[in-house]
């Protein structure tokens, strides 16, 4: 087959995704390790799973007090194998496209990269984010045909101290990068973020939120709702397109307020209320996090993976008071993660 015709085969949706989330997560552990103030080197380890795929782990950890982060990693996975019918006909539900009735298994792909940050200062805010694309073929022969495919995503700033210039900031560059694929997108996909990170037996939100969508393909979005109607991505091109905008955008939503921040003086205090934080952090992951309880539950999957996102160190203190105090920043902080707030204008 010669050069031209090689360049005339479209390349496959699963092959665009790992193209691009192995240039992005290069792309974002080069800014991370570039910002730190302290020599910083992220450590790669690259896995396999025995059901089909694998992927690579760039993390980095330091108990250092003078190191920009106390944890951070940065994960891309590209895993393939069969899915039962039991799995496909749950899945059913929610994909209209998935109703095969098939009675044998059919081969799946998952693709997506997903990073955390945990900053030592305690006046800078954690950063998460994960997007990710899930297909399903209708056979495992070589002309077998994608019957169903969905993107997802989600971003959002965790602080222990409230600095609103920064929210803002944040929340707008995700704003106008949504309103570039539809003005219906964020405001939709803000309190999608706000729902996702509430911690019941708290009655608190995690953090200060971003945008979140699931399931996003061709077909009605559930997330959307009344407003699926309007301007949005649709084809698996431009739903794509939009995630790899969201992707791209990290370092300059995140780096810019992480830069600010990680050399503010700070105290005994702080740190300790940093770790109670840490420690809201940790109960969200294991108690509420529905995709680290799928993740543990998943066959082969990488443990240390699906844990990543916790962070190094976190504290518990029975009846803890600091947040009460009348005035505090603490307290402040507090307001915000009982009652969340609009960040940007018209929204």
């Keep these: 087959m010669s050069n031209s015709e090689l360049l005339s085969i479209p390349t496959t949706m699963r092959q665009r995704v790992i193209d691009y989330i192995t240039?992005?997560?290069?792309?974002i552990v080069s800014a991370l390790e570039e910002a730190s103030v302290s020599p910083c080197q992220f450590k790669r380890d690259a896995w396999s799973r025995p059901q089909g795929g694998g992927g690579i782990s760039r993390t980095y950890a330091s108990s250092g007090d003078d190191a920009t982060y106390e944890k951070a990693g940065v994960n891309i996975s590209m895993i393939h194998g069969t899915l039962p019918p039991a799995a496909i006909k749950q899945m059913s539900s929610e994909h209209t496209s998935l109703d095969v009735n098939t009675t044998t298994a059919l081969p799946f792909f998952a693709g997506g990269i997903s990073l955390i940050v945990h900053p030592r200062n305690p006046n800078a805010p954690s950063a998460h984010?994960?997007?990710?694309?899930?297909?399903?073929?209708?056979?495992?022969?070589k002309d077998a045909k994608v019957v169903g495919w969905w993107f997802g995503g989600i971003t959002d700033l965790t602080p222990s101290y409230l600095f609103e210039e920064d929210a803002k900031e944040f929340h707008e560059t995700l704003k106008a990068v949504c309103d570039a694929y539809g003005t219906a997108l964020y405001p939709k996909f803000k309190?999608?973020?706000?729902?996702?990170?509430?911690?019941?037996?708290?009655?608190?939100?995690r953090g200060i939120g971003g945008i979140r969508f699931d399931d996003l393909n061709?077909?009605?979005?559930?997330?959307?709702?009344?407003?699926d109607g309007e301007a949005r991505p649709r084809t698996a091109d431009d739903?794509?397109?939009?995630?790899?905008?969201?992707?791209?955008?990290?370092?300059?939503s995140y780096m810019s307020i992480l830069n600010r921040r990680k050399i503010m003086p700070s105290d005994e205090r702080m740190r300790r209320w940093q770790l109670l934080r840490r420690g809201?952090?940790?109960?969200?992951?294991l108690v509420c996090e529905r995709g680290i309880k799928f993740g543990l539950a998943a066959p082969g999957v990488n443990v240390e993976n699906v844990l990543m996102g916790m962070p190094e160190m976190a504290r518990w203190e029975y009846m803890s008071d600091m947040f009460e105090e009348s005035g505090s920043a603490e307290g402040k902080m507090m307001e915000v993660l009982r009652s969340p707030k609009s960040w940007v204008r018209d929204c």
Excluded: W
């Design 23 to 27: 240039q992005l997560q290069n792309d």
């Design 129 to 141: 984010a994960n997007y990710r694309y899930f297909e399903v073929m209708d056979s495992t022969e």
């Design 191 to 205: 309190q999608s973020c706000d729902d996702h990170f509430f911690i019941p037996h708290r009655k608190e939100y």
């Design 218 to 227: 061709d077909e009605m979005n559930t997330i959307l709702g009344s407003v």
């Design 239 to 252: 739903i794509f397109a939009f995630v790899r905008a969201l992707g791209d955008v990290f370092t300059s």
């Design 280 to 285: 809201r952090y940790v109960e969200f992951n």
